[in-house]
T-cell receptor, first 115, second 118 residues
């Protein structure tokens, strides 16, 4: 079974600085999707960024980018120019393409933005 | 269509009572998922539907839990004889299937139903 591991329960970053959130996953499949979801306090979960495993190019969405290392099964999220609104729980997630299956989430990293 | 709607937002119930939650997905999404999230943890998969068919149920879904999606539209999640360990946020999400979709954006989540069993 696939697993997703986020080894940093909490992180803090100064406003306007850059922070990287780590994620590793375990799978025997070759085709899959990886996601980072953001869950602000008492608000619904929203998609931040996604990556297809067959693409070598790292995904980028404005201030958010990923470092996807397929061989190492690593998928980190970099947030540049951190803003107060970035404070949230961030979940790394995996979904098989081969089985068209459910999304599996990590336990999350709580990100604090220091003014 | 304004997204995935869940009702109620909050539910407090006494142990042993039955509760039912409702989820209205995005209308063109034929996949609907239920997850449970406890404080400080990631969402844990419970079950999912493609149209009206329930395709998979997690081992987390004990016999006290039942989910339905009549006519492939809204879904209900019922918990019978609630226990304090059922206290959690119950999240609903919907999506299109990934196969055949050139850009797959994953799920759209609802705001969740927070259940407190006292």
């Amino acid at each position: 079974a696939q697993t997703v591991t986020q080894s940093q329960p909490e992180m803090s970053v100064q406003e306007a600085e850059t922070v990287t959130l780590s994620c590793t996953y375990d799978t025997s499949e070759s085709d899959y999707y990886l996601f980072w979801y953001k869950q602000p306090p008492s608000r619904q979960m929203i998609l931040v960024i996604r990556q297809e495993a067959y693409k070598q190019q790292n995904a980028t969405e404005n201030r958010f980018s990923v470092n996807f290392q397929k061989a190492a099964k690593s998928f980190s999220l970099k947030i540049s120019d951190s803003q107060l609104g970035d404070a949230a729980m961030y979940f790394c997630a995996y979904r098989s393409e081969e089985w068209d299956d459910k999304i599996i989430f990590g336990k999350g990293t709580r990100l604090h933005i220091l003014p | 269509d304004t997204g995935v709607s869940q009702d109620p937002r909050h539910k407090i119930t006494k142990r042993g009572q039955n509760v039912t939650f409702r989820c209205d997905p995005i209308s063109e999404h034929n996949r609907l998922y239920w997850y449970r999230q406890t404080l400080g943890q990631g969402p844990e998969f419970l079950t999912y539907f493609q149209n009206e068919a329930q395709l998979e149920k997690s081992r987390l879904l004990s016999d006290r839990f039942s989910a339905e999606r009549p006519k492939g539209s809204f879904s209900t999640l019922e918990i019978q004889r609630t226990e304090q360990g059922d206290s959690a946020m119950y999240l609903c999400a919907s999506s299109l299937p990934s196969t055949g979709i050139p850009l797959y954006y994953g799920y759209t989540f609802g705001s969740g139903t927070r259940l407190t069993v006292v």
